[in-house]
């Protein structure tokens, strides 16, 4: 087993349209805004920018991820990643309405290998450790995007 691979995948089930959901995740730059662990994101040119991220564990792992996929009609953002963490990650968005109106369901996919040098050495003891660091992360991506979107109806 190489410890330093990991796939993860979160389900978001947000209350609001997909095209909403969408053009939030489609815009990184806006996402230290409502994603507390995104702390900043640098945009290279079209395609290409860099991320810092911290989450709870006290190391900020830096990326730069070039735009793979782009689909509005299919739903897909998709995007390859160099930097502390070598891979991929997708969002996939989907429309689940409900009788209470209108609600979306964002599945994110990442398969990355570690190259942090610090996360390589702990990768056997720490990886319990930085698979719930990962998923404090994406919790409260969840959270921010949320009241993120409840903003941005209200303001309409």
Same mark, same amino acid.
């Given at each position: #087993?190489?410890?330093?691979?990991? /796939?993860?995948?979160?389900?978001? !089930? &947000? *209350?609001?349209?997909? +095209? +909403?959901?969408?053009?939030?995740?489609?815009?990184?730059?806006?996402?230290?805004?409502?994603?507390?662990?995104?702390?900043?994101?640098?945009?290279? %040119?079209?395609?290409?920018?860099?991320?810092? !991220? /911290?989450?709870?564990?006290?190391?900020?792992?830096? &990326?730069? @991820?070039?735009?793979?996929?782009?689909?509005?009609?299919?739903?897909?953002?998709? !995007?390859?990643?160099?930097?502390? #963490?070598?891979?991929?990650?997708?969002?996939? !968005?989907?429309?689940?309405?409900?009788?209470?109106?209108?609600?979306?369901?964002?599945?994110? %996919?990442?398969?990355?290998?570690?190259?942090?040098? &610090?996360? /390589?050495?702990?990768?056997?003891?720490?990886?319990?450790?930085?698979? @719930?660091?990962? @998923?404090? #992360? #994406? =919790?409260?991506?969840?959270?921010?995007?949320? @009241?993120?979107? =409840?903003?941005?109806?209200? *303001?309409?």
């Amino acid at each position: #087993m190489d410890w330093t691979h990991y /796939r993860f995948r979160s389900l978001w !089930i &947000l *209350a609001a349209p997909p +095209d +909403d959901v969408y053009a939030a995740l489609a815009d990184p730059e806006r996402y230290p805004r409502w994603w507390p662990q995104v702390r900043e994101v640098t945009r290279v %040119d079209e395609v290409k920018g860099v991320i810092r !991220i /911290r989450s709870v564990l006290p190391y900020d792992l830096v &990326l730069t @991820a070039r735009e793979v996929r782009r689909d509005r009609a299919a739903g897909v953002l998709e !995007i390859a990643m160099t930097g502390d #963490m070598d891979g991929w990650a997708r969002w996939t !968005i989907t429309a689940d309405g409900t009788d209470d109106g209108p609600g979306t369901r964002a599945q994110y %996919d990442q398969e990355v290998h570690v190259t942090k040098p &610090l996360l /390589r050495r702990f990768a056997v003891p720490g990886r319990p450790v930085f698979r @719930a660091n990962h @998923a404090l #992360m #994406m =919790r409260a991506g969840r959270r921010g995007l949320a @009241a993120h979107l =409840r903003g941005n109806r209200e *303001a309409v």
